[in-house]
């Protein structure tokens, strides 16, 4: 059971450069999110679905893109990242609003 | 929006010690969630306890929605205990977590 998994662990980029980070869950739950956590902070919501077909906008959507392509998978995308974009973003999913969440192990992402 | 504030900040401790983690936050909250981080990075789920009490052998944990905070206790401490300890909430009504600063716990062999 592998619960959340993202994809790549670690990833360098130069500024300007795009990518995709992928995260897909296999609990069949109906909500996802994307987090980012900078140096000595909590999590901030980046953008989430609530469910299949629907995203919105968290904290801090700023220079970020997000797709939910079907019920297990919910990509995030950096358009032209840019060295503020340094930190670990995270995955999670939950089943509904009245359970816990369960994140994914992390994406060490660097721009240089 | 809803604030959460975590305390102590840092707490360091030999084996064997007993600690009490506190998390207050400023409004009503539907859930609310104990994560440790470990030293590499990963988010562990400990508890979801939006209210009253709830063990997990040596790990324990406490929320009274009334008074908006909750303590999670952690006894006969383990050098494996270290690491980050964060409390996260939600209001439900727009699904996402709002989260701590976090405690930093270091325990010494």
């Known amino acids: 059971n592998a619960g959340v998994t993202q994809t790549p662990k670690f990833q360098v980029l130069k500024t300007g450069q795009s990518m995709t980070l992928q995260c897909a869950q296999d609990?069949?739950?109906?909500?996802m999110y994307w987090y980012r956590q900078d140096p000595g902070m909590g999590l901030r919501l980046i953008y989430y679905?609530?469910?299949?077909?629907?995203?919105d906008k968290g904290e801090v959507p700023n220079g970020y893109n997000v797709s939910r392509l079907n019920k297990r998978e919910f990509s995030l995308r950096l358009e032209s990242a840019a060295p503020s974009q340094t930190s670990v973003y995270f995955c999670?999913?939950?089943?509904?609003?009245?359970?816990?969440?369960?994140f994914g192990d992390g994406t060490r992402l660097s721009i240089l | 929006g809803i604030q959460v504030e975590q305390s102590p900040p840092d707490l360091i401790l030999q084996e064997g010690a007993n600690s009490t983690l506190r998390c207050n936050f400023s409004?009503?909250?539907?859930?609310l969630q104990w994560f440790h981080q470990n030293p590499w990075g990963q988010l562990i789920n400990l508890f979801y306890?939006?209210?009253?009490?709830k063990q997990n052998g040596r790990l324990s944990a406490t929320t009274v929605a009334t008074e908006r905070y909750s303590l999670l206790y952690i006894s006969s401490s383990q050098t494996t205990d270290s690491g980050v300890y964060f409390c996260?909430?939600?209001?439900?009504?727009?699904?996402?977590?709002?989260w701590g600063a976090g405690t930093k716990l270091i325990i010494k062999p």
């Open positions: 999670a999913s939950r089943i509904h609003s009245n359970q816990p969440q369960h």
């Open positions: 679905s609530a469910s299949e077909g629907t995203t």
């Open positions: 996260a909430v939600d209001r439900g009504s727009n699904y996402q977590l709002i």
């Open positions: 609990m069949n739950h109906n909500s």
């Open positions: 306890i939006p209210s009253r009490t």
């Open positions: 409004d009503s909250v539907n859930n």
